[in-house]
């Protein structure tokens, strides 16, 4: 008797932990966050715990991300959301980053930052396409940071990136410059899964034709509104810039992302023109292979 019910006492220990592990954490919040309980609604922080099959109400042009265990789901617009939704639709939206890793690539080939660079803005080891951890430095100036940044992004060490880019944007004066590390900010938290600080992150950062990083911000902002279902928002950033640049490169990359929100809109004919255009404009590029790719399927 007393082993059962020690058993029985160890059963539903377990079934405990089950179940809490089953809850999500709130692990970032700009914004108000907000759990629909039996008595009206409940405001959240960072740390709050929210059941599976709760549901959430996101005010003030809020930011938020979930975490349960390798699961990470991110809000990015105001609203009242399902949790259980969200879980069965994270991941399926969007063309899971492919505008974003292309974007970057083009932006470290043209500036000198890829793999066949040489020390460019300081940088060796990680930035030359080594195998090595370390990156050896060559100068404290805001472009190195840049640079040291980007070789830790496109080592995909995005967290080692944050804290460089955090402690650079402390001691930042320049206006410029802090756009270039809010953007590359972004991309790390976007790397790292935090789509959600990424898009906040961006929210900071104007747009600026003239500026270092702003065609790769519009196509990091477009793709995170894509990921996150938001087709409609997506496509306007795309259109607009599909307007008023010039460089065909990232023109290229718009028009494959510009498919990917037709295709989950359901307008066939929209998606099809829009891998065409993209695809006429350079077909050697490793866009137009992607965009090959979508139009086989």
């Given at each position: 008797m007393a082993r059962q019910i020690i058993l029985t006492t160890a059963f539903?220990?377990?079934?405990?932990?089950?179940?809490?592990?089953?809850?999500l954490t709130v692990t970032y919040l700009d914004g108000t966050l907000e759990v629909r309980t039996a008595k009206g609604w409940r405001t959240l922080d960072v740390g709050s715990t929210i059941k599976a099959d709760s549901r959430v109400r996101v005010g003030d042009s809020g930011s938020v991300e979930l975490r349960r265990g390798s699961q990470h789901i991110s809000i990015i617009q105001d609203g009242e959301y399902a949790i259980a939704e969200l879980l069965s639709s994270s991941g399926k939206a969007g063309s899971k980053g492919v505008g974003v890793t292309l974007a970057s690539k083009l932006h470290s080939v043209a500036s000198g930052t890829g793999r066949n660079a040489n020390a460019v803005g300081g940088v060796r080891g990680a930035a030359q396409g080594d195998n090595s951890q370390d990156l050896t430095w060559m100068g404290t100036d805001d472009e190195d940071t840049s640079a040291k940044a980007q070789a830790l992004l496109d080592k995909q060490r995005y967290r080692e990136a944050e804290t460089e880019l955090a402690r650079a944007l402390t001691n930042a004066q320049d206006d410029q410059k802090k756009q270039d590390l809010e953007y590359l900010l972004a991309s790390a938290y976007y790397g790292d899964g935090e789509s959600a600080r990424a898009y906040h992150t961006l929210l900071s950062v104007k747009n600026n034709i003239a500026s270092t990083y702003y065609p790769d911000s519009v196509i990091l902002k477009a793709q995170i509104l894509l990921d996150n279902g938001a087709f409609a928002d997506s496509l306007k950033i795309l259109k607009d810039f599909q307007t008023e640049n010039t460089d065909n490169r990232y023109v290229q990359i718009s028009h494959l992302l510009s498919a990917?929100?037709?295709?989950?809109?359901?307008?066939?004919?929209?998606?099809?023109?829009?891998?065409?255009?993209?695809?006429?404009?350079?077909?050697r590029s490793d866009t137009a292979q992607q965009i090959s790719k979508l139009q086989n399927e």
């Open positions: 539903l220990s377990f079934v405990a932990a089950f179940a809490a592990a089953q809850d990917q929100c037709y295709k989950e809109l359901g307008d066939t004919k929209s998606e099809k023109d829009s891998l065409q255009k993209g695809y006429a404009i350079d077909p």
